[in-house]
């Protein structure tokens, strides 16, 4: 039987653990790093292309004739994107990891630090699921899990990983399995995917509303366009669809970084 959702997962930021960028500098690791998935009912999965296509019709004919990236969008194009995105029957959910906090000599293997975060990213979108199964009759209530392929990252370590998960009978994780496809998740490349496209200006969306550029500055905007798709609970978006690790009262925040955060209080 078919699935009844699709999960499209990219992610913002790398997972290096030193060497931070510093407005004014040029080089050296993000100091966020956000993992997120866009999920559509799997019966309105070729409306993505529509989507996608509708925001590539919107900017010079030299962009639509590629896949789209957020790196290569100016900012009324940014702005744009997120306010189609936003407008769309679609869900967000964002995990987003602050890792200059991190304490040193903890994430020492490779990819220890995106699968962990991923972790919190498979709870969920299980728990996303399960709450619009009763919206969603057609399927079997599971999702079919696209990674954006990443370079480095063994997919077939992350199926393992979520395996030795749900075998360990741990009360502290709360995925909701019945509706994880763990043999079924594949990675695909950006450009063959209209959904990892969306998925991609989501995270990278997110992330610019923390992450400093040059002269200091975020960019929330985008964020706040996003808003409408982003998954809550009666208005709680921390616990669920917008998640900081570890939490905004141990962040040592900006101005500007405390109102994207403001956004989502509830």
């Known amino acids: 039987m078919a699935h ?6 990219d992610e913002s930021g790398d997972d290096g653990l030193a ?11 993000s100091t966020w790093l956000t993992i997120s998935a866009t999920v559509v009912r799997t019966s309105r999965e070729l409306e993505t292309v529509t989507w996608r296509d509708e925001i590539a019709t919107r900017m010079p004919a030299r962009a639509q004739r590629r896949a789209l990236h957020f790196k290569d969008m100016n900012h009324g194009q940014r702005t744009m994107a997120a306010q189609v995105i936003g407008a769309k029957p679609l869900r967000s959910i964002c995990i987003i990891a602050h890792k200059p906090v991190t ?3 903890i994430y ?6 995106y699968f962990y975060l991923s972790r919190y990213l498979m709870e969920r979108l299980s728990w996303l ?15 079919k899990i696209v990674f954006s392929r990443r370079g480095g990252l063994s997919y077939e370590g992350f199926r393992a990983y979520l ?17 994880i496809d763990v043999p079924g998740i594949e990675a695909r490349d950006h450009s063959t995917r209209a959904g990892l496209q969306i998925a991609d200006i989501v995270a ?8 400093l550029d040059f002269y200091g500055n975020c960019e929330r905007r985008y964020a706040e366009a996003l808003k409408p798709i982003i998954y809550h609970r009666n208005g709680n978006y921390r616990s669920y669809g917008m998640k900081l690790y570890p939490g905004p009262d141990r962040l040592p925040l900006t101005p500007q970084q405390t109102e994207f955060c403001q956004l989502f209080e509830g």
């Open 163 to 179: 395996e030795r998960l749900r075998d360990r009978n741990d009360p502290d994780i709360q995925i909701h399995w019945p509706v």
């Open 129 to 143: 699921c399960r709450d619009m199964r009763r919206l969603v009759p057609e399927g079997d209530g599971r999702v």
């Open 4 to 9: 009844s959702f699709t999960a499209y997962i």
């Open 204 to 211: 990278a969306s997110v992330t610019a509303g923390l992450e």
């Open 103 to 105: 304490p040193p000599g």
């Open 108 to 113: 020492v293997e490779k990819n220890q630090l």
């Open 19 to 29: 060497n931070y960028r510093a407005p004014g500098g040029v080089g050296g690791a």
